[in-house]
């Protein structure tokens, strides 16, 4: 372990002028891509569940309107 953090440390002196290759700019397109793609994801996921909602719903209440006009039938008789 010790080999392996001394390698590390050699090669960190030998190599500093690289370090910093990337420009701000770059870096802060592929922050803003990220977030993008972080936050279309969430999109989706939430349109997804409103579309299962909708879904749920409509079909709920296929199921539930004979029930409702039956209901609404047997009160209007007595």
Known sequence: MNNIEQNLKDQFEQDDDIAFATPDEELFKRA??????QQGSKDLIALGMASIWVVFASIFMKILKPVFKNMANSNRKK
């Open 32 to 37: 803003v891509t990220t977030a993008n793609v």
